[in-house]
């Protein structure tokens, strides 16, 4: 059974950094392109960063050049190095394949919290 689990998050203060990860279990994670997605209250889930089986990356405007996504298919880990941190980042923050969303699949979260 596929199983994606995060961790890292936490609360920081505004100008503070974070590093998440994401554990893949249950599938042929180096054959699958990974995103990170945050939801914030009331919003639905917004798609910030991917990184290709390949290796290429692409972040939503308002992440770029603050956040980084990488991966490790040795470890079936996706990282997601969060710096610059914005109040506005707060939100709950998931990795999934693109497969598992159309789906509504969703790991638990982890929640992250920029506040001072």
């Known amino acids: 059974q596929e199983q994606l689990v995060e961790s890292g998050g936490g609360l920081v203060q505004p100008g503070g950094s974070l590093r998440l990860s994401c554990v893949a279990s249950?599938?042929?994670?180096?054959?699958?392109?990974m995103g990170w997605y945050r939801q914030a209250p009331g919003k639905q889930h917004e798609l910030i960063a991917q990184v290709t089986t390949g290796g290429i990356t692409n972040y939503v405007d308002s992440v770029k050049g603050r956040f980084t996504i990488s991966r490790d298919n040795t470890k079936n880990t996706v990282y997601l190095q969060m710096n610059s941190l914005k109040p506005e980042d707060t939100a709950v923050y998931y990795c999934n394949t693109e497969v598992r969303r159309v789906q509504n699949f969703w790991g638990q979260g982890t929640q992250v919290t920029v506040a001072s």
């Open positions: 249950g599938m042929i994670f180096r054959l699958s392109d």
